[in-house]
């Protein structure tokens, strides 16, 4: 798992490292241990939520009057130009920023949880074996080469990770859960996010336009969008210009995708309680304690992640209720409404937490990489899909 875990070893430096918002890290106690980061005041989490609501409702306006830009992009895109507005900017970086930060992680697990609810084990059956190896052969390829790009060309932190995981599986979604086992900085996550979404985004526009020069009919198309775009919002918004069946297809395909974050969360966690043994057998071999508290995804010194989180396997309970077929209709459609209210609230906190002049040191590697893997999704799953037709 070395391939999930390994990063550059930062020898610590005489003071402590500032998050993307400003933030201090956790000091370390006497014993070697992490302190407990202070909780924000109620107050501060009640302002940076109501911006995050006041967020999604012009994500919302935005995607009724441009339907083809699905709400979860207009929302990470929206919550990029508060933080740089000059008005904005004060309120987003300041009052509003805990509350920002705990709408992009615990209402995104929220998000996650729901989004078990769109998926059912009858639904991955009903796509075939091909389709299935079709799919993990795509998800694979895409992983394994975004990662290894992104660290040839240096990409700070988790950036490769979270870049790679975004673009294989679904998205945001899928960069907020790994960056929650591994702990990652708010900066490499809404860096990724970013990337992913304006790539999706822009997939929205470029796709349609390739569905009859690549000779795909309808279901064909469907499927390779499903392969290969990242966000659901984005899959829909793509496949439904050539129809209901294109769209069908692509969704149910797109949901297989969803599927493979519950292993590959686990094979995370894997890798970081493997970094962490090592960690404290190097401590002990010195003569000092293991420090497996510095750095990210390491967690406080003893304290080994579960091997399955709790919203992971709450995604997975939601397959299986959705999977029993006795939850209604109505409901299911409440959840859906409430899944994507949701994403858009950690979506927009997300976004508020670029910082463009930062992204733009590394702007030409990030815009590499993502170019790079968009070749690499989009031909891989066009191959399989001319295969298992």
Known sequence: MALLGDRPQVSPGPSPARSVAGSVRPPRTDAGRTAPPARPRPAGKLTGLVVAALGVVAAGSVHLLVPAVPMLSAAVVLGILAAHLPGARTLVSGPARPGLSFAGKRLMRVGVVLLGLKLSIGDIVGLGWTTVAMVLVVVAATFSGTLWL?????????????????????????ICAVSEVRESEERDVATSVALVTLCGTLAIAVLPLLHHPLGLDAGQF??????????????????????????????????????????????VVLSVRARSVHARKGGAAAGSPADTGAGNGTGTAGRRPPLVPLFVAGFLLMVVLRTTGWLPAGVLGVAGT????????????????????????????????????????????????????
Not at 223 to 248: C, E, F, I, N, P
Not at 345 to 352: H, N
Not at 366 to 384: E, F, N, T
Request: one cysteine or more.
């Open 150 to 174: 992104g660290r040839r060309l240096g990409l700070p932190g988790d950036q490769p990770l979270l870049i790679a995981t975004g673009y294989s599986i679904c998205g945001a979604s899928a």
């Open 222 to 267: 469907g499927r390779w969008v499903g392969a290969g775009v990242h966000d659901v919002g984005q899959v829909v918004a793509t496949a439904q210009t050539a129809g209901h069946h294109a769209l069908g297809q692509a969704v149910l395909v797109k949901l297989m995708r969803v599927a493979l974050l519950a292993p590959l969360v686990a094979a």
């Open 338 to 389: 409430a899944q994507e209210l949701l994403l858009a609230a950690a979506l927009f906190g997300l976004g508020s937490a670029v910082h463009l002049p930062t992204l733009a040191r590394t702007g030409s590697r990030v815009a590499a990489l993502g170019l790079c893997s968009w070749i690499v999704i989009a031909g891989v799953s066009y191959g399989g899909v001319l295969l298992t037709a």
